[in-house]
C-alpha cells in the first residue's frame, strides 16, 4: 500500500509563494504520474495539476501559469511549486499517483498539507 507525505504548507500573504513537496513509499515510482490534489472546506477534493511519467503537464484553469508540478524519480518526490497565490487556493494540498487517470488515483489519501492565503 503506496503511502504519501505532503509537507511545506503554510500561511501565506496573497502574490506570495510555496513550494509542496510530496514523497510516494513505493517502487517504480517513474512509471506512474503523479497529481496534485486540493480540498477546501465545504468543497469537493479537486485535481490541480498532474505530471504523466512522461513529462506531460496539465493543471486547473485557475492555477495555470501560477502552478509547476516537478518530480524527482531518484528521490520518490513530486514538487508543486505555487506563485501569486490568492485567497481562493486557500486548502488542503495532496497528493497521489495513477496510471492514466489522474480522476482516479490509486493510492490512499496522506495527510496533506494545509495552505493558506491570507493578509
Known amino acids: 500500500q503506496v503511502q504519501f507525505v505532503e509537507s511545506g504548507g503554510a500561511l501565506v500573504q496573497p502574490g506570495g509563494s510555496l513550494r509542496l513537496s510530496c514523497t510516494a513509499s513505493i517502487s517504480m515510482f517513474s512509471i506512474y504520474g503523479m497529481g496534485w490534489y486540493r480540498q477546501a472546506p465545504g468543497k469537493m477534493r479537486e485535481l490541480v495539476g498532474q505530471l504523466t511519467a512522461g513529462g506531460d503537464e496539465n493543471y486547473l484553469d485557475s492555477v495555470k501559469g501560477r502552478f509547476t508540478i516537478s518530480r524527482d524519480n531518484d528521490k520518490n518526490t513530486v514538487n508543486l511549486q505555487m506563485n501569486s497565490l490568492n485567497p481562493e487556493d486557500t486548502a488542503a494540498y495532496y497528493c497521489?499517483?495513477?496510471?492514466?487517470?489522474?480522476?482516479?488515483?490509486?493510492?490512499?489519501w496522506g495527510q496533506g498539507t494545509q495552505v493558506t492565503v491570507s493578509s
Open positions: 497521489n499517483l495513477f496510471v492514466s487517470n489522474p480522476y482516479s488515483p490509486l493510492g490512499s
